[in-house]
């Protein structure tokens, strides 16, 4: 009989252990970082930190796969109308610089086309900008004052306080740009009144950030403008529209959530080099696509943590402290502290524990007392002994 209890004891502290060990929460395994060393880090440094990660049971997302998943049919086409306007861009300041202003004006449309076409695209609205200016130069030069102001008309309209290189254009080109704007002011001013759901989204308008929904934009030029509204965890909505002077042009969108992982537009060198406030978000969606705990950058002889359960950057550690020491991994071992519970003020005879406990006692004396006052028993015979 002995030999089972043990065994049964036996059984049951390896059941216990068997819980613990297996229990969800437990296993560091469970804790995924992706890794983001910038170039510039030696690589021995950035191989014993991870050697120091993996050694103590974390799972690393490196670089290398993310590059090759977030890689999606937008951002390469992205990349491909980037590509094509540059070289239409090359070209027509080939013709321009050789006084071929037919030529010149072809490619100038072209590049005009496709970046009013895409606006939406930071990059290629600073082009379509660039590209204004250049076909204004092209029609001056022949003498297509109408075209010229059109032009012109809608640079201004799109940054109204923009201002030329007064040693790079002729001094008659800059005297027409002050005239278009004298007439843009004159036609007049509109209103944007900007909903979207979920409100407080980001509302760009031809490019520049300019508040969070609901959001009421007055003294807009007449003409037509590109708006922009995104916020994080939907998908950002993009459009044109023309103002007239007087107008009050009411917008009201509902943003569709994302599906997949979404860097808006970030490479993971930007997300590596970029300013930590700007790369909170896409870092942040990223993360919830992978599943992530934590994102620890290497950055100029530093690395800096961002918790995704929180949100927030911790501080800075120096890698000359995380290089070959523990530092990082106390650090993302770390734990806040819980705020003390309050302490009621309650008499020890009154808790039930007391009551409990004190009750189970009085149970075992008296079963005790009982079983010691009866007579033993012979087990073999029956009889009771004298």
Same mark, same amino acid.
């Given at each position: 009989?002995r030999?089972?209890?043990? /065994? !049964?004891?036996?059984c049951a502290?390896?059941?216990?252990?068997?819980?613990?060990?297996?229990?969800? /929460?437990?296993?560091?395994?469970d804790?995924?970082? $992706?890794?983001?060393?910038?170039?510039?880090?030696?690589?021995?440094?950035?191989?014993?930190i991870?050697?120091?990660?993996?050694?103590?049971?974390?799972t690393?997302?490196?670089?290398e796969?993310?590059?090759?998943?977030?890689i999606?049919?937008?951002m390469?086409?992205?990349?491909?109308?980037?590509?094509?306007?540059q070289n239409?861009l090359? @070209? @027509?300041? /080939?013709?321009?610089?050789?006084?071929?202003?037919? @030529?010149?004006?072809?490619?100038?449309?072209?590049?005009r086309?496709?970046?009013?076409t895409?606006?939406?695209?930071?990059?290629?609205?600073?082009?379509?900008l660039?590209t204004?200016?250049r076909?204004a130069e092209v029609?001056d030069? !022949?003498?297509?004052d109408?075209?010229r102001?059109?032009?012109?008309?809608k640079?201004l309209? #799109?940054?109204?306080?923009m201002?030329?290189?007064?040693?790079?254009?002729a001094?008659?080109?800059? @005297?027409?740009?002050?005239?278009?704007r004298?007439?843009?002011?004159s036609?007049?001013?509109?209103?944007?009144?900007v909903?979207?759901?979920?409100?407080?989204?980001?509302?760009? $308008?031809?490019?520049?950030p300019?508040?969070n929904?609901?959001?009421?934009?007055?003294?807009i030029l007449?003409?037509a403008?590109?708006?922009?509204?995104?916020?994080?965890?939907?998908?950002?909505h993009?459009?044109?529209?023309?103002?007239?002077?007087?107008?009050v042009?009411?917008?009201?969108?509902r $943003?569709?959530?994302?599906t997949?992982?979404?860097?808006?537009?970030?490479?993971?060198d930007?997300?590596?080099?970029?300013?930590?406030?700007?790369v909170r978000?896409?870092?942040?969606? #990223?993360?919830?696509?992978?599943?992530?705990?934590?994102?620890?950058?290497?950055v100029?002889e530093?690395i800096?943590? $961002?918790?995704?359960?929180s949100?927030?950057?911790?501080?800075d550690?120096?890698?000359?402290?995380?290089a070959?020491?523990?530092a990082?991994?106390?650090r993302?071992?770390?734990?806040?502290?819980?705020?003390?519970?309050?302490?009621?003020s309650?008499?020890w005879?009154?808790r039930?524990?007391?009551q409990? /406990?004190?009750?189970?006692?009085?149970l075992?004396?008296g079963?005790?007392?009982?079983?010691?006052?009866?007579?033993?028993?012979?087990?073999?015979?029956?009889?009771?002994?004298?």
């Amino acid at each position: 009989m002995r030999t089972s209890g043990s /065994g !049964q004891g036996k059984c049951a502290w390896l059941l216990a252990f068997a819980l613990v060990a297996f229990s969800p /929460g437990i296993s560091l395994g469970d804790t995924r970082i $992706l890794l983001l060393p910038e170039e510039a880090v030696p690589v021995a440094s950035s191989q014993a930190i991870q050697e120091e990660l993996r050694g103590n049971g974390f799972t690393l997302v490196l670089p290398e796969k993310i590059n090759e998943l977030v890689i999606t049919p937008e951002m390469q086409s992205r990349k491909q109308r980037l590509f094509d306007v540059q070289n239409i861009l090359e @070209a @027509a300041e /080939g013709f321009f610089l050789d006084f071929d202003f037919s @030529a010149a004006e072809e490619n100038y449309v072209r590049a005009r086309n496709v970046c009013e076409t895409f606006a939406e695209d930071p990059a290629l609205f600073t082009i379509l900008l660039k590209t204004y200016i250049r076909l204004a130069e092209v029609y001056d030069q !022949q003498g297509r004052d109408d075209f010229r102001d059109l032009e012109l008309r809608k640079a201004l309209v #799109l940054q109204p306080k923009m201002v030329l290189d007064k040693a790079e254009f002729a001094p008659e080109f800059l @005297a027409n740009i002050e005239r278009v704007r004298s007439g843009l002011v004159s036609a007049g001013y509109g209103t944007l009144n900007v909903q979207s759901l979920p409100e407080g989204a980001k509302v760009s $308008l031809n490019g520049f950030p300019l508040c969070n929904t609901p959001c009421l934009l007055q003294n807009i030029l007449s003409g037509a403008h590109y708006l922009r509204i995104k916020a994080h965890g939907y998908r950002a909505h993009w459009q044109r529209f023309d103002m007239a002077g007087g107008a009050v042009l009411p917008i009201s969108v509902r $943003l569709p959530e994302k599906t997949g992982i979404d860097l808006d537009g970030h490479s993971v060198d930007e997300l590596i080099l970029a300013d930590k406030d700007k790369v909170r978000e896409p870092l942040l969606a #990223l993360g919830q696509g992978y599943e992530l705990d934590f994102v620890v950058r290497i950055v100029s002889e530093r690395i800096q943590i $961002l918790q995704m359960s929180s949100g927030q950057w911790q501080e800075d550690l120096p890698l000359s402290e995380v290089a070959g020491g523990k530092a990082l991994v106390q650090r993302l071992n770390f734990k806040p502290v819980a705020e003390p519970k309050k302490v009621e003020s309650v008499a020890w005879y009154s808790r039930w524990q007391v009551q409990v /406990g004190v009750g189970m006692g009085i149970l075992a004396a008296g079963l005790g007392t009982y079983y010691l006052l009866q007579e033993p028993t012979d087990v073999i015979h029956g009889s009771v002994h004298p």
